[in-house]
């Protein structure tokens, strides 16, 4: 396939495919009912036509946020066992108070398709892991069970509405059945990825003092058993709240004392018992990173998870009890939660637990392959990485179900955009998506309806009223700016936990700009309706009054065959000069000699910009990421700017110190060389 001119799109959707969109069928009914601008879709539609239906429908959705969401629980038929007295009682932000008054239940709504005996046998999960050949299968009617199971052992065992039930599980099926069963008994679910070490546990489950444990004794990972026994008996002596603890054996060894085992946790053959709670009331913790100090535990809401991802999944992913839905996570990143929005459709869900790399690049290209996978989600750097490995997935694998492929946790390069169109498939909806972790969703993302163009996001997402702003709170477009949302989301945190005036809150959102969300990404509105992400606003090159995202730094450099990963980082220096040094992580066999040098520095000037040419390259053996793999720029700049390591980071949030604490030796050595 031939990349086209850049004003043209790499991809539309067939009209008859659009057609048939539950988008498109969502906005005649809530124009029938709700007031939704009608525009019927017609087969003769450009792009120009389908980008001003969906910008008329997201106005909508945003100016009118009352009726947008009153029509998304209608559509999606969202189960009141309480009505809500009001939709949004108070706008206000931080505090929107949404659908007061209502009660519900998010894991009733997470097993509607269980209630219908023509799914009792259909797969709500199929599950692969590095040592399986053929997906393990998950019915309907046995999640349900053992849901039900489950969850009437927690009541048996105390467990309350309001309780905290935590886990230390990778992405396996006992990890959705326990997060379903604590949200039917009303407790707060939280996770951790058994690949993090105990203290990132602990900085993260200490705060919420849960009353239940799941654990497994360890993992497969990378071809190799991970033992996780040591990790999770100082998990048991450092959580002095526990009562419960309960034993999942993914590796084979018995229950350690005093622990229980998941089998006879869902031995019992009982429908759930859904417990009634009010709209806002806790569905789960997340975290952030925590790479400046205790990741911030982050609470959302049974209700506005559900109605967030009712929306995203079923409207902008177009998600249905046809779909197979893959995307690869770890319980570590909200992506896995994210994952499950796929059950509140009828969607069958695809769980791997594995590296997206072993025995090659190629796995997660294979997995997609064995499921029928058809919406696969990764992150850029998998699809960089696949590029870069010279991979055929379209040509060497079954990939004829997949329809969609998602794409998210940093920016997807053009070169990304265009390998997956040339090499996985032509015909397939690229639906690249920027949110995070604070709203477990997508400020921005895949509309089926419309086009796709090189290295850009689709739109803003229904219900998210998404600008970019310059310092003084005006609106761009096509210029660079910090992204804000104006107005409320219904997923937005209700709160930090142990943040009891909302200091914290309100201090990492809304300190900028007062009463609209700053996320901290530097993003571009097209004219056309797109969205592009640069990467992170506090790690933004500025340099001669020109900002640049370190994310277009990337895609450069990283297109070079021998670099394997780039840090770049700006540096305000104290005599007012900018010192601007590249990192780079060289791949095997190759040299960081002057005639590389020289590329990288060449490369940056023509492709991108003279002014962000780097100072200096330097090659490093590795760089350091967080424990759901971003690399680290923030706490770097802090190192290199003279930040001791222990107040620039926190240890238990990165995977790799030893990488870090080369910044703190060159940061002395350039000290001393200066002086």
Request: hydrophobic letters at 40%.
């Amino acid at each position: 396939m031939s990349t086209p001119p850049q004003d043209q799109p790499l991809w539309r959707p067939h009209p008859a495919r659009a057609a048939g969109t539950g988008i498109v069928a969502f906005q005649a009914w809530a124009a029938e009912h709700h007031g939704a601008p009608a525009a019927p879709l017609a087969p003769a539609d450009d792009d120009a036509q389908a980008a001003a239906r969906y910008a008329a429908l997201h106005a909508w959705s945003v100016e009118d946020l009352d009726r947008f969401w009153t029509a998304v629980t209608q559509w999606f038929d969202v189960r009141f066992t309480q009505a809500p007295d009001a939709v949004l009682a108070d706008p206000a932000m931080p505090g929107a108070r949404w659908f007061p008054g209502a009660r519900l239940n998010y894991a009733e709504h997470a097993l509607r398709a269980a209630e219908n005996p023509a799914n009792a046998d259909r797969p709500a999960v199929l599950h692969l892991d590095e040592t399986t050949d053929e997906p393990i299968v998950l019915t309907w009617s046995e999640l349900r069970r053992q849901v039900g199971s489950l969850a009437a052992a927690l009541r048996a065992r105390g467990v309350r509405p309001g309780d905290r039930v935590s886990a230390y599980l990778p992405n396996i099926p006992q990890a959705a059945v326990a997060l379903l069963a604590t949200a039917a008994v009303g407790a707060v679910w939280t996770s951790c990825a058994p690949d993090f070490g105990a203290r990132s546990v602990l900085d993260r489950l200490q705060q919420i003092e849960p009353v239940v444990l799941f654990a497994v004794d360890g993992y497969h990972y990378g071809g190799k058993d991970h033992d996780r026994t040591e990790v999770v008996s100082e998990l048991r002596r450092e959580l002095p709240s526990l009562r419960t603890v309960v034993h999942v054996p993914l590796l084979g060894a018995p229950a350690p004392e005093g622990a229980l085992a998941w089998d006879d946790l869902v031995a019992e053959d009982l429908a759930p018992v859904f417990e009634a709670v009010p709209f806002d009331h806790p569905l789960w913790v997340l975290y952030s990173s925590g790479t400046t100090g205790l990741p911030k535990a982050i609470v959302q809401s049974q209700g506005g998870i559900l109605v967030e991802h009712l929306k995203q999944a079923g409207l902008h992913l177009d998600l249905g009890p046809d779909d197979r839905f893959l995307w690869y996570t770890s319980t570590g990143w909200m992506m896995w939660n994210f994952l499950l929005a796929g059950l509140l459709v009828g969607s069958t869900v695809v769980t791997y637990d594995g590296s997206p790399g072993h025995p090659d690049t190629g796995a997660l290209w294979s997995v997609a392959a064995r499921t029928g996978a058809t919406v696969l989600g990764t992150s850029a750097a998998y699809v960089i990485a696949s590029r870069k490995a010279g991979l055929h997935p379209g040509r060497d694998l079954d990939l004829s179900a997949v329809r969609c492929i998602g794409t998210t946790g940093s920016p997807l390069p053009p070169d990304g955009f265009r390998w997956i169109y040339e090499e996985v498939k032509e015909d397939v909806w690229l639906a690249s998506v920027s949110g995070g972790t604070d709203v477990c969703s997508c400020f921005v993302g895949g509309v089926p309806t419309l086009p796709v163009h090189l290295g850009e996001i689709q739109a803003p997402s229904l219900g998210a009223a998404v600008e970019s702003w310059d310092v003084n709170g005006r609106p761009l477009t096509d210029q660079v700016g910090e992204l804000v949302v104006t107005k409320p989301i219904p997923s937005m945190p209700t709160g930090f936990w142990n943040d009891p005036e909302g200091t914290r809150y309100h201090d990492s959102y809304f300190d900028t700009y007062p009463g609209v969300w700053r996320h901290g990404d530097w993003i571009t509105v097209t004219s056309r309706g797109t969205v592009v992400i640069h990467g992170r606003s506090d790690s933004t090159l500025n340099r001669q009054g020109v900002r640049m995202g370190s994310s277009d730094i990337y895609e450069v450099v990283e297109r070079l065959p021998e670099i394997a990963e780039s840090l770049v980082i700006g540096l305000e220096e104290p005599n007012g000069g900018y010192w601007m040094p590249l990192f780079v992580v060289l791949t095997p066999g190759a040299e960081l000699d002057d005639e590389l040098i020289g590329r990288i520095r060449t490369s940056l000037r023509t492709e991108l910009s003279p002014r962000h040419v780097p100072d200096e390259v330097i090659a490093v053996r590795g760089l350091p990421h967080t424990l759901t793999g971003k690399r680290i720029e923030v706490p770097v700049k802090r190192l290199l700017s003279g930040t001791p390591l222990e107040q620039a980071v926190n240890p238990g949030s990165v995977d790799n110190l030893d990488h870090l604490r080369y910044f703190e030796q060159l940061r002395r050595d350039r000290a001393t060389a200066a002086e």
